[in-house]
Protein backbone atom coordinates (compact mmCIF):
# COMPACT_ATOMS: atom_id res chain seq x y z
CA UNK A 1 0.00 0.00 0.00
CA UNK A 2 0.95 3.46 -1.47
CA UNK A 3 1.64 5.23 1.96
CA UNK A 4 3.58 8.08 3.95
CA UNK A 5 4.46 7.05 7.72
CA UNK A 6 5.46 9.30 10.42
CA UNK A 7 6.71 8.05 13.69
CA UNK A 8 5.57 8.81 16.70
CA UNK A 9 2.19 10.02 16.02
CA UNK A 10 2.08 11.43 19.51
CA UNK A 11 4.91 12.97 21.69
CA UNK A 12 5.37 15.09 24.67
CA UNK A 13 8.59 16.28 25.85
CA UNK A 14 10.96 18.94 28.08
CA UNK A 15 12.04 21.64 27.03
CA UNK A 16 16.06 21.81 25.46
CA UNK A 17 15.77 18.21 24.78
CA UNK A 18 16.73 16.88 21.33
CA UNK A 19 14.15 15.04 19.37
CA UNK A 20 13.36 13.57 15.79
CA UNK A 21 10.56 12.72 14.22
CA UNK A 22 10.59 10.28 11.07
CA UNK A 23 9.26 9.93 7.67
CA UNK A 24 9.09 7.44 5.00
CA UNK A 25 7.68 7.14 1.72
CA UNK A 26 7.43 3.75 0.06
CA UNK A 27 6.16 5.74 -3.49
CA UNK A 28 10.01 6.72 -5.05
CA UNK A 29 9.18 9.79 -4.65
CA UNK A 30 11.64 12.77 -5.15
CA UNK A 31 9.65 15.46 -3.34
CA UNK A 32 9.53 15.49 0.60
CA UNK A 33 8.02 18.33 3.23
CA UNK A 34 7.15 19.08 6.60
CA UNK A 35 4.54 21.16 7.64
CA UNK A 36 3.61 22.28 11.07
CA UNK A 37 -0.21 22.92 11.25
CA UNK A 38 -1.50 25.42 13.81
CA UNK A 39 -4.78 27.21 14.74
CA UNK A 40 -5.84 29.82 12.07
CA UNK A 41 -2.47 29.47 10.58
CA UNK A 42 -2.98 26.47 8.31
CA UNK A 43 -0.36 24.28 6.95
CA UNK A 44 2.75 26.18 6.75
CA UNK A 45 5.61 24.90 5.31
CA UNK A 46 9.15 24.04 7.71
CA UNK A 47 11.56 22.44 5.15
CA UNK A 48 11.43 20.53 1.98
CA UNK A 49 13.39 18.19 -0.42
CA UNK A 50 13.85 17.86 -4.25
CA UNK A 51 15.98 14.78 -3.96
CA UNK A 52 18.32 12.62 -1.90
CA UNK A 53 21.08 15.02 -0.07
CA UNK A 54 18.91 18.25 -1.59
CA UNK A 55 17.08 20.25 1.33
CA UNK A 56 16.04 24.05 1.37
CA UNK A 57 13.80 25.96 3.88
CA UNK A 58 10.37 26.78 4.14
CA UNK A 59 8.46 29.26 5.74
CA UNK A 60 9.26 28.85 9.09
CA UNK A 61 12.23 26.65 9.38
CA UNK A 62 13.81 28.93 12.81
CA UNK A 63 14.32 26.04 15.65
CA UNK A 64 14.42 22.77 12.86
CA UNK A 65 16.82 20.89 10.86
CA UNK A 66 16.42 17.99 8.10
CA UNK A 67 18.16 16.11 6.65
CA UNK A 68 17.72 13.01 3.18
CA UNK A 69 20.33 10.75 2.87
CA UNK A 70 17.96 8.45 1.67
CA UNK A 71 14.86 9.17 -0.82
CA UNK A 72 12.47 7.35 1.29
CA UNK A 73 13.42 8.88 4.51
CA UNK A 74 12.94 12.45 5.21
CA UNK A 75 13.51 12.96 9.57
CA UNK A 76 12.63 16.67 11.19
CA UNK A 77 14.75 17.46 13.75
CA UNK A 78 14.54 19.46 16.51
CA UNK A 79 17.65 19.95 18.68
CA UNK A 80 16.28 22.10 21.50
CA UNK A 81 12.92 22.44 21.56
CA UNK A 82 10.81 25.01 23.08
CA UNK A 83 7.12 25.69 23.87
CA UNK A 84 6.06 27.49 20.66
CA UNK A 85 7.00 24.27 18.65
CA UNK A 86 4.35 22.40 20.03
CA UNK A 87 1.79 21.66 17.02
CA UNK A 88 0.74 19.48 14.59
CA UNK A 89 3.49 18.26 12.20
CA UNK A 90 2.94 16.29 8.59
CA UNK A 91 5.00 15.34 6.10
CA UNK A 92 4.43 14.75 2.86
CA UNK A 93 5.97 13.38 -0.36
CA UNK A 94 4.87 14.02 -4.02
CA UNK A 95 6.42 13.11 -7.79
CA UNK A 96 8.24 16.08 -9.12
CA UNK A 97 6.48 16.93 -12.23
CA UNK A 98 4.35 19.28 -14.51
CA UNK A 99 1.34 17.65 -14.25
CA UNK A 100 -1.42 16.85 -11.53
CA UNK A 101 1.38 15.89 -8.45
CA UNK A 102 -1.03 15.82 -5.79
CA UNK A 103 0.61 15.25 -2.72
CA UNK A 104 0.58 12.15 0.31
CA UNK A 105 0.38 13.31 3.79
CA UNK A 106 1.61 11.33 7.37
CA UNK A 107 -0.85 10.53 9.61
CA UNK A 108 0.54 13.33 11.79
CA UNK A 109 2.78 14.07 15.09
CA UNK A 110 1.46 15.81 17.47
CA UNK A 111 3.95 16.80 19.69
CA UNK A 112 3.82 19.00 22.83
CA UNK A 113 7.35 20.87 24.18
CA UNK A 114 6.55 21.60 28.17
CA UNK B 1 5.10 33.83 -3.82
CA UNK B 2 1.35 33.41 -2.88
CA UNK B 3 -1.48 34.90 -1.44
CA UNK B 4 -4.41 32.69 -0.40
CA UNK B 5 -7.82 33.11 0.86
CA UNK B 6 -10.44 31.35 2.32
CA UNK B 7 -13.50 31.96 4.43
CA UNK B 8 -12.92 30.35 7.85
CA UNK B 9 -16.26 28.79 8.65
CA UNK B 10 -18.98 27.65 6.94
CA UNK B 11 -22.33 26.11 8.07
CA UNK B 12 -25.08 23.78 5.78
CA UNK B 13 -27.26 21.69 5.86
CA UNK B 14 -27.85 18.00 5.25
CA UNK B 15 -28.29 17.40 1.66
CA UNK B 16 -27.51 21.03 0.39
CA UNK B 17 -25.29 22.56 -1.47
CA UNK B 18 -22.08 24.68 -0.83
CA UNK B 19 -19.78 26.08 -2.54
CA UNK B 20 -16.34 27.25 -0.53
CA UNK B 21 -14.41 29.97 -2.41
CA UNK B 22 -10.33 30.72 -3.03
CA UNK B 23 -9.24 33.78 -3.93
CA UNK B 24 -4.95 33.99 -4.76
CA UNK B 25 -2.41 36.27 -6.28
CA UNK B 26 0.45 34.68 -7.78
CA UNK B 27 3.57 35.67 -9.61
CA UNK B 28 2.82 32.90 -11.91
CA UNK B 29 0.02 30.28 -11.87
CA UNK B 30 0.76 26.53 -12.59
CA UNK B 31 -2.01 24.65 -10.68
CA UNK B 32 -4.50 24.71 -8.03
CA UNK B 33 -5.42 22.43 -5.20
CA UNK B 34 -8.27 21.66 -2.93
CA UNK B 35 -7.92 19.02 0.02
CA UNK B 36 -10.65 17.58 2.50
CA UNK B 37 -9.27 17.26 6.02
CA UNK B 38 -10.65 16.12 9.05
CA UNK B 39 -10.06 16.89 12.38
CA UNK B 40 -6.87 15.63 13.60
CA UNK B 41 -6.26 13.78 10.21
CA UNK B 42 -4.12 14.02 7.29
CA UNK B 43 -5.17 16.25 4.12
CA UNK B 44 -6.67 14.13 1.54
CA UNK B 45 -6.68 14.94 -2.00
CA UNK B 46 -10.03 16.25 -3.80
CA UNK B 47 -8.82 17.78 -6.80
CA UNK B 48 -6.56 19.77 -8.95
CA UNK B 49 -7.42 22.78 -11.80
CA UNK B 50 -4.90 23.82 -14.23
CA UNK B 51 -7.29 25.18 -17.23
CA UNK B 52 -9.86 27.24 -16.51
CA UNK B 53 -13.45 25.15 -15.94
CA UNK B 54 -15.04 22.82 -14.51
CA UNK B 55 -13.87 19.67 -12.94
CA UNK B 56 -16.75 16.89 -11.24
CA UNK B 57 -15.50 14.63 -9.25
CA UNK B 58 -18.84 12.80 -7.71
CA UNK B 59 -20.51 14.94 -5.46
CA UNK B 60 -17.62 17.44 -5.45
CA UNK B 61 -17.27 19.74 -8.12
CA UNK B 62 -14.20 22.11 -8.46
CA UNK B 63 -13.53 25.65 -10.68
CA UNK B 64 -11.09 27.72 -11.69
CA UNK B 65 -11.04 30.91 -13.22
CA UNK B 66 -7.16 32.26 -13.78
CA UNK B 67 -8.03 35.52 -15.37
CA UNK B 68 -9.57 36.19 -11.68
CA UNK B 69 -7.53 34.45 -9.66
CA UNK B 70 -10.74 32.76 -8.16
CA UNK B 71 -11.63 28.97 -7.55
CA UNK B 72 -14.22 26.82 -5.93
CA UNK B 73 -15.08 23.97 -4.32
CA UNK B 74 -18.72 22.69 -4.54
CA UNK B 75 -19.90 19.84 -2.79
CA UNK B 76 -23.37 18.73 -3.61
CA UNK B 77 -26.09 16.59 -1.47
CA UNK B 78 -24.14 17.13 1.93
CA UNK B 79 -23.41 14.43 4.15
CA UNK B 80 -22.40 14.87 8.02
CA UNK B 81 -19.16 12.80 6.89
CA UNK B 82 -18.61 15.91 4.95
CA UNK B 83 -18.24 18.22 7.90
CA UNK B 84 -14.24 19.20 7.70
CA UNK B 85 -11.76 21.82 6.85
CA UNK B 86 -11.27 22.12 3.19
CA UNK B 87 -8.08 23.29 2.10
CA UNK B 88 -6.86 25.18 -1.15
CA UNK B 89 -3.45 25.24 -2.22
CA UNK B 90 -1.75 27.35 -4.98
CA UNK B 91 1.12 26.12 -7.09
CA UNK B 92 3.33 28.90 -9.16
CA UNK B 93 6.03 28.80 -11.68
CA UNK B 94 8.78 29.49 -9.45
CA UNK B 95 10.29 26.23 -10.69
CA UNK B 96 9.90 23.75 -7.53
CA UNK B 97 6.53 22.99 -8.26
CA UNK B 98 5.59 23.44 -4.29
CA UNK B 99 1.95 24.16 -3.66
CA UNK B 100 1.33 27.04 -1.00
CA UNK B 101 -1.69 25.94 1.43
CA UNK B 102 -4.54 28.65 2.51
CA UNK B 103 -5.44 28.32 5.76
CA UNK B 104 -8.32 26.32 5.14
CA UNK B 105 -12.16 26.44 5.24
CA UNK B 106 -14.09 24.55 8.50
CA UNK B 107 -17.49 23.38 6.94
CA UNK B 108 -20.12 22.19 9.65
CA UNK B 109 -23.09 20.29 8.20
CA UNK B 110 -25.92 20.30 10.73
CA UNK B 111 -29.12 17.43 10.18
Known amino acids: EAQVTQNPRYLITVTGKKLTVTCSQN?????MSWYRQDPGLGLRQIYYSMNVEVTDKGDVPEGYKVSRKEKRNFPLILESPSPNQTSLYFC?????????????FGQGTRLTVV | GQNIDQPTEMTATEGAIVQINCTYQ??????LFWYQQHAGEAPTFLSYNVLDGLEEKGRFSSFLSRSKGYSYLLLKELQMKDSASYLC????????????FGRGTSLIVHP
Open chain 1, 92 to 104: ASSLLETSNTEAF
Open chain 2, 89 to 100: AVRDLGGSYIPT
Open chain 1, 27 to 31: MNHEY
Open chain 2, 26 to 31: TSGFNG
